[in-house]
């Protein structure tokens, strides 16, 4: 005998009520894509707001797309055509981009996002933090290319942490690492991906709960048809 799962649907819709929906991404433009960025649109070199983001200065952040004279080097994640930059220099010796996050306290949530720097003659120190806090250290970014060279991925930096407040900044901070005319440095940044970490067990757990539902659906149907060939 065939079970159908179609009958078991209203099962698998209670089974799935009794667990809390995963939310994805909950980052806002996490490929700093809009306004459009430099040279698809927007002014030279592509400084601005970038929607979802706060700017230390706008001076000095921005957007680009692939060719733009922040983004001269690496090829991004498949799909992501646009990245975010800090630019650093005597001028602006550090600099940040940041999100506030909408978080559940006590969660674990894993976190992963593309960079690269321009080339250039001198490379930021760079860090990630969460309401100042580190959770990616601070470090000397290089070039994953040189400039106008393409045939490299970005470098891809992930970990999580665990939320202790309903909202959050999450920022990116870039700093001068060599001071002195004409020398500056830019990160760039894209794939910003901040995802609630499933609690162990979860999915087991949902696993079984669907089955005894559809088991004690098919029991019940069999029930059924045996009072009905019985009268």
């Given at each position: 005998m065939?079970?159908?799962?179609y ?22 433009d ?7 960025p ?14 979802g ?70 490379f930021p ?6 309401d ?22 970005f ?12 909202t ?22 894209t ?9 162990p ?11 005894g539902c ?8 069999r ?9």
């Amino acid at each position: 005998m065939k079970i159908s799962i179609y009958a078991c649907a209203p099962c698998v819709a209670l089974a799935l009520a009794a667990f809390p929906a995963l939310a994805g991404n909950i980052v806002v433009d996490p490929n700093f894509s809009s306004p459009t960025p430099f040279p698809t649109g927007g002014s030279y070199p592509g400084y601005g707001a970038v929607d979802g983001w706060t700017a230390s200065t706008l001076d000095f952040t921005g957007n680009n797309t692939i060719g733009g004279p922040f983004w001269d080097n690496g090829t991004a994640p498949d799909g992501i055509s646009t990245v975010g930059f800090i630019q650093v220099s005597d001028n602006n010796p550090t600099g940040s981009l940041s999100q506030m996050l909408n978080l559940d306290p006590g969660t674990v949530y894993d976190f992963s996002f593309a960079e690269n720097v321009r080339d250039s003659s001198t490379f930021p120190e760079v860090e990630v933090l969460l309401d100042g806090t580190v959770i990616v250290a601070q470090s000397v970014l290089s070039a994953v290319d040189t400039g106008g060279d393409y045939s490299d991925p970005f470098a891809i930096v992930s970990g999580s942490f665990t939320a202790t407040s309903s909202t959050q900044t999450l920022e990116f901070r870039a700093s001068e690492q060599v001071s002195g005319p004409d020398q500056d440095a830019t990160w760039l940044i894209t794939g910003v991906d901040v995802e609630a970490t499933p609690e162990p067990g979860t999915a087991g757990l949902m696993s079984l709960a669907l089955a005894g539902c559809c088991i004690a659906g098919f029991r019940l149907r069999r029930k059924r048809a045996n009072s009905f060939l019985s009268a």
